[in-house]
């Protein structure tokens, strides 16, 4: 399991030596990987069915009691086979459809990154790992919708989703830690079973609030929604694999499983389904409204995770069935549509609805897949997507709360989402022929595999309900509900709410499709609620976010060292000043025992930094520090520390003499500040210095252990065999402190002899150059 988890990042590391080797049909190759990973999983498939689960355990890092392991059940199990299976057809896909783009390479390593990142996510059992994978999901498909990083919009576009779904990662990143507290482990399998301690918990509340903003942000809810639509800048590929098994899936997938842990309180079904439903709907009256084809299959998608999201927050056995058959239906349909409109825009040169007609004739292949699909997402029998629908509608009847509410806006739903099935399969295939940029013919067999089989799927599903009923579909919904729970399939349940509902909205959808261009002109009077929605509170936001670094600069990194030293040193009095006199109760040290010449080297060193700081003298500044330094050293030596004396010495030599050498031809000092800006710069250092004062004198009287100097004179000779203590410290017991210390001076050394080299060669190459261009002239 492991190695079917990481494998698709081996690969992805192997892409640039294989892929010069293997030209543009690299991705066929690639495409083995996850082949093999959908036959690996299914085997697992007669296991989950039975009802059982399967754990696997690796120790990660024991020092942190963290361990590495996965866990399959129907839930993860149904989100691999989508990920590894529709990851086959996306790479074979992505073959023909970037041929010839000498990017390729980086794509598939992104690509297989991506793959590898969401196979851990949904298979892993462990919080903390969970969490990685999660992130790796937002940073590989920043990757992915960037891939075109030339293009500005493909990077504001990337950056975008980046900054929304890391935004709602912090928050998971606290619910997860807050969860693991109240649960007591960071073990998914265990946090299931304690679900009852852990919505009885005090933190229960705001728990699940932070994991919901990290789920409803990487799944596109609403207010959340409108990054999803602009993730659009990406490839085809992307875009299929995005919004059909992977990324936008996470956030519907933490929520089924999470659901037996925090699910099913009044909390979780209202915002779930509240939030899920105004989602739903949102998502497809934008569709509607839209006109390029991928950004209406984006608005659709949207649609279909406010469906999910809200059939999660319903919570009863009836829509967790419902969940994982909508989830595997949409599955099915969106990439295969996808890619289907992939081939529309690879084939004729637009990606506008409004521009394309009449391709059947051109591409009667793409046009058959694309119906397939197309009557799946309407929810027309006898397609798999009008069982999800069926079971979304009887879900939403029985709702335990907002009944009436979810039923109304799921049957508008409903009606919309036929008229953009139609939009998408009816208006580019039929109708006159008009005129496009390229000429339309038949994409390559590599860009219909992945439509034919997936929409052959979703025929097969319809007519054989039970195939995935029995299996997948139950153990998903086991996996929800936490407790086993048979899911009965079937096409026909006879005449009841459910199916009134679905032929209506199949009548009225129809009529809207009909009178598109009407109803998106009606439509374009609410624009002003679109230029006033959540995406212009981000871009808001992101002109406050650079308003405010650039006040931040000129206020607090405007260039003067002099000003950051004094916010540095008075943020500190402040906090440590604060804090010791609230906090110590005691008394400073009354009795010192400070010799006479003490007090004279101290003396010596008070007037330097004094002389040091009124003189107008560069050199005489420099030789007063120095006496500061040679100070310092003196007293070393009369505490008994001659090899600290002596470096401070050899130290200070070295430096008084550089400094001696660069600055004794520069003039003497000038004053920019006026005698008030310096008195208040002496009473800052004063202050530091009182607080210093302080701080040691506290010190001297508080032991909060036994003096570890006495464990070092004791046991030198008996463990070293050294008498000098010093020597043994730096070399025995910080032996690898001591190790950092000199790698990182020779590594200095070695980087001053470098540039010392070639700055020579540079020079003498420059110098020959210029004697033969001599020459010459």
């Not at 996306?90 to 990154?113: C, K, N, T, W």
């Not at 008009?434 to 997936?454: R, W």
């Not at 070393?636 to 660069?662: H, K, M, R």
Request: proline residues 4%.
């Amino acid at each position: 399991m492991l190695l079917a988890v990481i494998s698709g990042f081996i690969l992805a590391a192997l892409v640039p030596w294989l892929h010069h080797r293997l030209g543009d049909r690299a991705g066929w190759f690639y495409a083995l990987l996850p082949a093999v990973l959908t036959v690996y999983f299914a085997s697992f498939l007669p296991q989950i069915t039975a009802g059982d689960t399967a754990h696997f355990h690796y120790t990660w890092a024991p020092g942190l009691d963290l361990d590495l392991s996965f866990y399959v059940d129907g839930l993860s199990l149904l989100f691999a086979l989508l990920i590894s299976g529709i990851g086959t057809f996306i790479l074979i896909y992505a073959s023909d459809y970037l041929a010839g783009d000498e990017r390729q390479p980086r794509f598939y390593v992104h690509m297989l990154a991506f793959m590898a990142s969401m196979l851990g996510l949904v298979l892993s059992d462990n919080l903390i790992a969970l969490f990685i994978f999660w992130e790796l999901t937002s940073i590989t498909s920043y990757m992915l919708i960037g891939y075109d990083h030339e293009s500005k919009y493909a990077r504001k576009c990337a950056l975008q989703g980046l900054i929304v779904t890391f935004g709602g990662g912090l928050a998971l990143l606290a619910g997860f830690i807050m969860m693991a507290v109240a649960g007591d482990s960071y073990t998914i399998t265990e946090l299931l079973n304690n679900g009852d301690v852990i919505r009885e918990h005090d933190w229960y509340l705001p728990l699940l609030l932070l994991i919901l903003i990290g789920a409803f942000t990487k799944s596109a809810q609403w207010p959340f929604h409108f990054w999803l639509p602009n993730a659009m800048a990406a490839p085809t590929p992307v875009s299929a694999y995005l919004h059909s098994a992977t990324m936008v899936k996470a956030g519907v997938y933490l929520l089924a499983r999470l659901h037996p842990a925090i699910g099913a309180t009044e909390a979780w079904i209202i915002i779930c389904s509240l939030f899920g439903a105004v989602t739903m709907l949102t998502g497809a009256y934008l569709a509607v409204r839209s006109t390029q084809i991928k950004r209406v299959l984006a608005y659709s998608t949207v649609m279909a995770l406010g469906t999910l999201t809200m059939l999660a927050g319903i919570g009863t056995e009836k829509a967790m069935i419902a969940f994982g058959a909508f989830l595997l239906a949409h599955s099915l349909y969106k990439g295969s549509l996808f890619m289907v409109a992939g081939a529309l825009d690879h084939e004729t040169g637009t990606k506008d609805v409004t521009k394309m007609r009449g391709l059947v004739q051109a591409m009667p292949l793409t046009a058959i897949a694309a119906a397939v699909s197309a009557l799946s997402l309407a929810g027309i029998p006898p397609l798999f997507g009008f069982i999800g629908k069926e079971l979304m509608l009887e879900s939403v009847v029985a709702a335990p709360h907002l009944a009436t509410l979810l039923t109304v806006m799921a049957t508008a739903t409903a009606v919309l989402v036929v008229a953009v099935a139609a939009i998408v399969a009816v208006r580019p295939f039929y109708g006159e022929l008009s005129e496009t940029p390229k000429q339309p013919h038949e994409p390559p067999y590599g860009m219909l595999a992945g439509p034919a089989v997936l929409g052959l799927l979703g025929l097969f599903f319809g007519l054989a309900p039970g195939v995935p009923g029995e299996s997948l579909i139950a153990a998903t919904a086991s996996s929800l509900a936490g407790e086993p729970i048979e899911a009965n399939l079937a096409l026909w349940h006879g005449v009841n709410l459910p199916l009134i509902l679905s032929l209506f909205a199949i009548l009225v959808g129809a009529i809207i499709y009909l009178n598109w261009e009407r109803v998106r002109g009606f439509m374009a009077r609410f624009d002003w609620l679109h230029e006033r929605g959540p995406e212009a509170g981000y871009e808001k936001m992101m002109d406050g976010m650079v308003w405010s670094a650039d006040w931040q600069t000129r206020i607090l990194q405007n260039g003067y060292l002099r000003h950051y030293i004094t916010t540095t040193v008075l943020t500190l009095v402040v906090l440590v000043g604060y804090t010791l006199i609230t906090r110590f109760d005691g008394s400073f040290a009354s009795a010192l025992d400070v010799r006479f010449y003490e007090w004279i080297v101290a003396g010596v060193l008070v007037a330097a930094a004094i002389f040091a700081c009124r003189t107008d003298s560069r050199l005489g500044s420099v030789a007063a520090i120095g006496v500061v330094g040679f100070a310092i050293a003196l007293l070393f030596i009369l505490f008994s520390a001659p090899d600290l004396g002596i470096t401070q010495i050899l130290v200070e030599t070295l430096t008084v003499i550089l400094l001696v050498l660069v600055l004794f031809r520069l003039p003497g000092f000038m004053n920019f500040s006026t005698p008030l800006q310096r008195l208040r710069d002496a009473a800052v250092a004063g202050v530091l210095g009182v607080l210093v004062t302080a701080l040691l004198l506290v010190t001297i009287d508080y032991q909060f252990a036994e003096p570890i100097s006495q464990y070092h004179l004791e046991q030198s000779v008996p463990l070293a065999h050294g008498h000098n203590v010093v020597n043994v410290i730096l070399v025995d017991y910080r032996a690898l402190d001591t190790l950092g210390e000199i790698f990182v001076v020779a590594l200095a050394a070695i980087g001053v002899f470098a540039m010392l080299k070639y700055t020579t060669g540079s020079w003498n190459q420059d110098r020959r150059r210029q004697e033969e261009e001599g020459e010459e002239s």
